[in-house]
């Protein structure tokens, strides 16, 4: 196996059980195992995109059934895998020593993708979607998101961050959201966690510039990971689009393939220049930003 282009970690591994599967052409194909049928979530489908480009990646995720799946459908290319709580400093500080190890290993540059937020959390919320009403959103659950995206990212990137000014150009991914600009009736919650993302990277982005460090926000739109395969998540989603006059339906619902999202993160760490941001729909979804 030839040298890879770079150690790229990505975090936030996560695989959910799939209960719809859409038409429209670029949704996902659900992986079937033992009978049963699983989606991954943006970070594994961006992984697995980034194996593909040539890259060594390292995954952390939240359970070893979740990157064993994941890891299945990367057969025969470079990457490992590990199992890492985002909010517990021991765990992340143990992460940024196997990276380091890694970098050490094979000479090349480190880049980091960081994913986290309603599909990560161990929260409940009602119904298990964001999209809620204000009457209906917990009171801990915006504390509870926001620590899910932010604090996840503040932790993963102290940890990281001597290996990163150490290196000439360091690029720093984070997937965020379409909401990051939205504000429509019941997305308040999902608006609320990605903006709070959104402000945090524009802002260290400032800071990091200068220091070598480029930090890149990728906004991805209706993305198919089995979060729209929820009842209450997918009539909402149809509501929202029926309000400017999208006619979608449960079989036509527009959405792309996680994979489509690890695409745009491989032309991030091959571009010879800098991209802030880099915001992306599936053809059919409604160009809402900052609408």
């Known amino acids: 196996m030839s040298d890879p282009k770079g150690i790229v970690l990505v975090t936030g591994i996560k695989v959910r059980q799939s209960h719809h599967t859409f038409t429209h052409p670029t949704a996902a194909q659900p992986i079937e195992v033992n009978n049963v049928h699983y989606k991954v979530n943006t970070a594994a489908g961006v992984a697995i995109e980034v194996t593909k480009a040539g890259y060594c990646v390292h ?35 143990r992460l940024a020593a196997t990276v380091r190890a890694l970098q050490k290993r094979h000479n090349v540059p480190v880049s980091i993708v960081h994913y986290g937020g309603a599909s990560t959390t161990a929260q409940s919320l009602p119904h298990d979607t964001v999209f809620l009403s204000l009457d209906k959103i917990p009171f801990e659950a915006p504390a509870n998101l926001v620590r899910d995206n932010v604090e996840t990212f503040l932790r993963l990137y102290a940890a990281m961050r001597d290996l990163l000014y150490e290196q000439k150009v360091s690029k720093v991914i984070s997937i ?105 729909m599936p053809f059919g979804q409604y160009p809402h930003l900052g609408a």
């Not at 890891?71 to 765990?91: A, I, K, N």
């Not at 965020?176 to 608006?191: G, N």
């Open 59 to 93: 995954m952390a995720g939240f359970s070893e059934f979740d990157l064993r799946l994941v890891g299945d459908q990367m057969t025969g290319l470079l990457f490992s895998s590990e199992v890492v709580d985002p909010l517990h400093q021991e765990d992340v500080e």
């Open 176 to 280: 965020t959201s379409l909401a990051s600009w939205r504000c429509k009736t019941e997305f308040a919650l999902d608006a609320l966690q990605k903006g709070a993302m959104h402000n945090l990277l524009r802002c260290a982005a400032l800071e990091e510039t200068k220091r070598g460090v480029y930090i890149t926000e990728i906004m991805p739109g209706i993305t198919d990971t089995g979060y729209y395969d929820k009842n209450e998540t997918l009539a909402c989603s149809l509501r929202q689009a029926q309000e400017l006059g999208y006619r979608w339906t449960e079989d036509d619902f527009p959405l792309y393939r996680p994979e489509h999202i690890g695409m745009q993160v491989v032309h991030v760490l091959e571009s010879p220049f800098y991209i802030p941001i880099m915001p992306s």
